[in-house]
Antibody, heavy 121, light 113 residues
Framework: DVQLVESGGGLVQPGGSLRLSCAATGFTFSTYSMNWVRQAPGKGLEWVSYISDRGGSTKYADSVKGRFTISRDNAKNSLYLQMNSLRNEDTAVYYC??????????????WGQGTLVTVSS | DIVMTQSPDSLAVSLGERATINCKSS????????????LAWYQQKPGQPPRLLIHWASTRESGVPDRFSGSGSGTDFTLTISSLQAEDVAVYYC?????????FGQGTRVELK
């Protein structure tokens, strides 16, 4: 079974940094593009970032561009999100999500349970 | 960015009755090269991550009950639950994967009447 397990969330002050991780099992991680999607408390879903299967291509939402960096380690079956210069509005549950196929733009067919990031002084 | 707008924001349906959720995109999500609508539907139950129900606007994912169906083309889409069950209480989101950024509708909450 596909399993995605996020970790690394927590409380951080505005301007601070946090690194999220997502451990993948149950599938050949190195052949799938991956994403981070977030959900502010009581709100809807917002795609945050994408990385291709080998890590050669990355994309970001305008709201996080220049502050967040997505990366992956296929040898460790892990996905990461380095978040710098955090703002109150970055407060959300962050999900890692797998692309459904190998097309350039796909829906997300597997999701982790999420990790909560709270940005507050 | 493509803006996805769902209606209604919430609806209350009796057990066994039909639920209909609409989704409108600000531009067409029909790719002429493959003649497919790049539109997905997700279900999110309280305290859980979203679950992909439907892709290509009308293709159910494996394991999704056939009471869920998707329809529409271009800019207007519908998710129908033909006979609502208690376990279908959730928030439903449409999403376009026509271009980046992949955007979601604001969600529609389905409750029991």
């Amino acid at each position: 079974d596909v399993q995605l397990v996020e970790s690394g969330g927590g409380l951080v002050q505005p301007g601070g940094s946090l690194r999220l991780s997502c451990a993948a099992t149950g599938f050949t991680f190195s052949t799938y593009s991956m994403n981070w999607v977030r959900q502010a408390p009581g709100k809807g879903l917002e795609w945050v970032s994408y990385i291709s299967d080998r890590g050669g291509s990355t994309k970001y939402a305008d709201s996080v561009k220049g502050r967040f960096t997505i990366s992956r380690d296929n040898a460790k079956n892990s996905l990461y999100l380095q978040m710098n210069s955090l703002r109150n509005e970055d407060t959300a549950v962050y999900y890692c999500a797998r692309d459904r196929w190998v097309a350039p733009i796909d829906p997300f067919d597997s999701w982790g349970q999420g990790t909560l990031v709270t940005v507050s002084s | 960015d493509i803006v996805m707008t769902q209606s209604p924001d919430s609806l209350a349906v009796s057990l066994g009755e039909r639920a209909t959720i609409n989704c409108k995109s600000s531009q067409s999500v029909l790719y002429t090269s493959n003649n497919k609508n790049h539109l997905a539907w997700y279900q999110q139950k309280p305290g859980q991550p979203p679950r992909l129900l439907i892709h290509w606007a009308s293709t159910r994912e494996s394991g999704v009950p056939d009471r869920f169906s998707g329809s529409g083309s271009g800019t207007d889409f519908t998710l129908t639950i033909s006979s609502l069950q208690a376990e279908d209480v959730a928030v439903y989101y449409c999403q376009q994967y026509y271009n980046d950024p992949r955007t979601f509708g604001q969600g529609t909450r389905v409750e029991l009447k």
